[in-house]
């Protein structure tokens, strides 16, 4: 009896000393980490092909009962580090510099193909189209090779060329698209040397099928005006490396040792439904992902990327010519719920036609959804997507706005012959992203720490700095709080001045022997943001330093 | 070019200002964090989170063994993953526990294996859920392509089950068959039946639309009490002297045609369509079983499209008979009983007839939901049937397609006063009826 109540009360004791307050989060004092070594090496793993079957089941079964079983909040993304950002890895490749942005490099099989170029029988694996080719170049490098609609010059061949580039200023991988110019006899219709030879007849009917891609693949498209026989097509390089399948949207490759992060907990792969959303980028799902085992067998490992970027900027979803509206015709209804209750005769919605003032731009307007891309099926990771994760991405994206050369550089990777058409792409995705980055930068307090000068902390306050919220409307409520969750100090409110916040620690709370955490939350106009920032920070003599940050709702 | 790449390089940057010296490692706790921040107002939640763990991790296990069952089952590919976990290191041969799958969902654990080489696939699979409750299961199954493919089968099987029997007839208390004991009130008996059963079939697609199969098999049946019936047994329930195969072990061959006319694109989305299936069967009683019977139905149905392709209204007829030869009674096990009913109904007799009409319409990419209503009655020949003892039940379901089969439905009846829940999960049998499996 006497055990049990000492228990009990041992038990009440320590959910009262922290059940009734807030206690951040406790780090370990190391650097951060800046790259993580997810490139060990490993076997080529087996490929993994899509499964509609297992993965309707789990994706309308399993993972909605699963959810169902979980009341608490899903987990912060697992691939940050202690900055609440996202190391290097092989699932994210922030470039440096634009030339990375815009694939000038000099790889060994970089840039656009190299004459000659050689028919291959393999069909394209990455176009949203049938009818495209697959071809290798003098150096023995494959690319897919894509062109235009008639109807749309340079739609999707400039989509893909943008959009891939796009998506890699954003740091996700993407395959080199390159804009070219190609006419029939640019492609050799032989074998490649070193391939076995056939049987006579088998080589004479793949030499007929070959020849019959090649008129119809070029009969498909638009030609150049004013030569006639030159066609622009995309050439996308894949894939640099063994493609092993798509990724995963949920859990993790077994078959890869590197992979320790359930994939629908990775930021990057959270991020992408802010990422395109901001590319309208239309049917995007697990099939969009490759994993590419890169290096010799058994040396490699795998990287990540996003592909079908033909589909981005609109061009995914054009509607040209309009069909006939017919309201109860085999078009469903948008809302489920109507079609549930209405037994299926929901109206179907009136479609709308893409414009034609700009035929070599999609559906994409000036207005994104903030809250992420739609899919036809749900993926994994954007079910999880939390208010940090956005933060994260619409930092991202608000990078690509400055300097504007950077943007103006990826649009112009497009070649589009409409200057007009061009500069309207410019406008739509500034516009795209200011919606975007402005509605995720107040979900958060969005602060990062610039600098620390002795006991001084230099912040940054990121709304402000990109001119999405006026200083005069930002009041900061702080406190310098111990690790659980006690106040160091009286909590003080300040008025936003500019878009930098700069603190002196009080010397009463700069102590080595213990570590603090400086917890903000920003107020806009009387309403505090959904979540604060803690920045951890550790002390010597003197001196103040951060070690972490956080940025989690409350 | 080589400019600077914006903002979010100079964010990158203060990593180096204010971080130390870089390192890089593996991917595993990347951010340091030796605890979560708590927040008293999620401490609620995350308690529960917790003891919901448990129920999260049996949802996650029964549904992947089960759907990775399913799939294996009918050939469909293997994904790298299950294969990776469970396959020999060639992908020929895997072995995998399954739960809550083999004996029905009555808690049972089991364990298949599978060898799939090229165009042959074997599957071996126990299942074990109580005394009166297990399986064994051996399938193999040949592939041959060309231009009209065909597919030879053959099965072993083992299962011991509990059954239940409520006599012959639309009115069972009525019918003069039924030897009901006079010293008990109870009209419906529960037994556990052991049966032992080896299939061959060959089938083989005709036409677009057409398939026929041709099927072969022997089974052995033996009716024991079931300890779990309490006043229910058989034998306190039934004269089992006067009940044909409940007293000695029936064994018998059993050899039928099939033929299926189906002109729907494909079995998953709502599709307009038409399907005929037919099938005759010859059941030869050997060993001490002393009669013989003959076995006819068909199913017919109509897939309407209603205003819309994706609205279907689906007439269903189905009729199972079975024919005896000469004057022995067929055995209550041989009886047939409407397979088809949502609702429930434990009526059997020589002839079952089920009257459908479904009503179902695309609601969502891969689901559609359903509305039907369904009639059953049995009797012992045409001329006797009675439309007055039809059973009726209605209901309302959500289903889970992909674009070529359906993936499982979930779906209430009403019926006779009581609610029957409808949970189907995996592929659906291949055909109606099969009868060499029942």
């Not at chain 2, 165009?119 to 064994?136: C, E, I, M, P």
């Not at chain 2, 439905?409 to 999960?425: M, N, Q």
Request: glycine letters at 10%.
């Amino acid at each position: 009896m006497t055990n049990r109540i000492s228990c009990s009360l041992a038990l009440a004791l320590a959910l009262g000393s922290t059940g009734c307050r807030y206690r951040p989060a406790r780090f370990a004092d190391h650097p951060a980490v800046v790259k993580v070594g997810d490139d060990l090496p490993i076997p080529v793993p087996d490929r993994n092909d899509f499964d509609e079957l297992l993965h309707v089941s789990d994706v309308y079964l399993r993972r909605p009962l699963f959810d169902a079983l979980s009341p608490a909040e899903p987990p912060e993304a697992a691939d940050v580090n202690a900055f609440d950002e996202v190391p290097v890895s092989s699932w994210y490749a922030p470039p440096r510099q634009l030339s990375e942005i815009l694939a000038d490099h000099d790889a060994p099989l970089g840039g656009p193909p190299v004459a000659p170029l050689v028919l291959l029988d393999d069909a394209p694996t990455l176009g949203s189209s049938s009818g495209g080719l697959t071809v290798v170049d003098a150096r023995g490098a494959r690319y897919e090779l894509e062109h235009d609609d008639a109807r749309r010059p340079e739609l999707r061949t400039g989509a893909a060329a943008v959009g891939s580039r796009a998506l890699r200023g954003l740091g996700i991988r993407t395959p080199d698209v390159w804009i070219v110019e190609l006419a029939p006899g640019d492609i050799e219709l032989s074998r490649p040397s070193g391939a076995p030879e056939p049987l006579a007849e088998d080589a004479r009917a793949r030499a007929r099928a070959r020849e019959k891609r090649l008129v119809a693949f070029f009969d498909g498209g638009p030609k150049l005006p004013p030569n006639q026989g030159r066609h622009r097509v995309s050439a996308t390089r894949w894939a640099a490396g063994i493609d092993v399948g798509i990724t995963p949207d949920f859990g993790s490759r077994g078959d890869d040792a590197n992979d320790l992060i359930a994939h629908n907990d990775r930021r990057t792969l959270r991020a992408l439904s802010l990422f395109g959303s901001f590319l309208a980028f239309d049917g995007f799902g697990v099939r969009r992902t490759r994993d590419v085992y890169v290096g010799e067998p058994g040396k490699g490992h795998l990287v990540h990327y996003v592909v079908g970027l033909d589909r981005s900027l609109g061009a995914g979803s054009v509607v040209d010519p309009l069909p006939p509206y017919r309201p109860l015709s085999g078009r469903r209804g948008e809302s489920t719920w109507q079609n549930l209750v209405l037994l299926g005769f929901a109206p179907a919605p009136r479609p709308k036609a893409t414009q034609r003032r700009y035929l070599s731009l999609g559906t994409i307007g000036p207005l994104a959804n903030p809250l992420g891309m739609d899919t036809a099926l749900p993926y994994g990771p954007f079910v999880r997507l939390s208010r940090a994760d956005g933060y994260w991405a619409a930092k991202r994206i608000a990078g690509l706005l400055s300097p504007a050369s950077t943007l103006e550089a990826i649009v112009d990777a497009g070649q589009f012959g409409d200057r007009a058409a061009r500069d309207e792409l410019l406008l739509l995705l500034r516009l795209r992203a200011r919606q975007i980055v402005g509605h995720w930068f107040h979900q958060v307090t969005p602060i990062e720490v610039l600098t620390t000068e002795d006991t001084r902390l230099v912040l940054r306050d990121e709304a402000i700095f990109g001119g999405y919220a006026p200083a005069e409307e930002i009041v900061y409520e702080l406190a310098y709080l111990d690790g659980e969750g006690r106040a160091l100090a009286p909590p003080w409110t300040l008025q936003a001045q500019s878009h930098t916040l700069v603190l002196d620690v009080p010397k009463t709370i700069v102590d080595p022997k213990r570590s603090a955490v400086l917890h903000i939350r920003a107020s806009r106009r009387g309403h505090p943001a959904p979540a604060f920032c803690d920045v951890h920070l550790a002390f010597y003599v003197g001196g103040v330093r951060a070690y972490a940050v956080t940025h989690l709702p409350r | 070019m080589n400019g600077r790449v914006g903002s979010a390089f100079a964010l990158w940057a203060t990593l180096f200002a204010v971080g130390s010296p870089v390192r890089a490692e593996p991917a595993a706790n990347l951010a340091g964090k030796e605890r979560t921040a708590a927040d008293p107002k999620q401490q609620t939640t995350a308690a529960l989170d917790t003891a919901l763990y448990p129920a999260r991790a049996l949802v996650d296990l029964t549904i992947a063994t089960t759907s990775n069952a399913q799939t294996l089952i009918e050939d469909q590919q293997v994904v790298p993953r299950t294969r990776n976990l469970l396959f020999s290191r060639r992908g020929e041969i895997g072995v995998f526990p399954t739960a809550f799958f083999e004996t029905g969902l009555n808690p049972n654990v089991g364990a298949r294996m599978v060898v799939s080489v090229d165009r042959f696939a074997s599957t071996l699979r126990v299942g074990y859920g109580g005394q009166d409750k297990n399986l064994a299961e051996s399938r193999l199954r040949w592939v041959f392509r060309g231009d009209t493919p065909f597919v030879l089968t053959t099965e072993g099987y083992y299962e011991r089950a509990v059954g239940g029997f409520a006599g012959f007839g639309p009115q069972p208390e009525r019918d003069p068959r039924n030897a009901f004991r006079v010293d008990q009130p109870l009209r419906s008996a529960s037994f556990v039946e052991s049966r032992q059963r080896a299939i061959t079939s060959l089938g083989r697609r005709l036409a677009a639309n057409v398939e026929a199969i041709v099927s072969t098999s022997v089974q052995i049946r033996r009716i024991e009490e079931s300890p779990e019936a309490g006043a229910a047994t058989f034998g306190r329930v039934f004269d089992r002297r006067r009940v044909s195969g409940a007293l000695t072990p029936t064994a018998r061959t059993y050899n039928e045609l099939t033929l299926r006319v189906d002109t729907r694109e494909n079995r998953g989305t709502p599709v307009p369509g038409q399907l005929l299936e037919g099938y005759v069967g010859i059941s030869h009683g050997i060993r001490y079983t002393p009669n013989d019977h003959g076995t006819v139905g068909f199913r017919a149905a109509s897939f309407l499209p209603v205003v819309r392709p994706t609205n279907i209204l689906s007439p269903r007829l189905a009729v199972d008979a079975v024919v005896p030869f000469g004057e022995a009674p067929i055995g209550f096990r041989e009886a047939r009983a409407g397979n088809e009913f949502r609702g429930f109904d434990g009526r059997v007799d020589n002839i079952s007839v089920v009257a459908s009409l479904d009503y179902r319409w695309a609601i969502a990419r891969y689901v559609a939901a359903r509305l039907f209503v369904d009639s059953t009655t049995v009797t012992p020949t045409l001329k006797d049937l009675d439309l007055r003892t039809l059973r009726y039940a209605v209901g309302g379901g959500i289903d889970l397609h992909t674009s070529t089969t359906e993936v499982g439905r979930i779906a209430v009846a009403l019926s006779e006063g009581s609610a029957r829940f409808l949970f189907s999960y995996g592929l659906p049998p291949a055909g109606f009826g099969d009868r060499q499996h029942r």
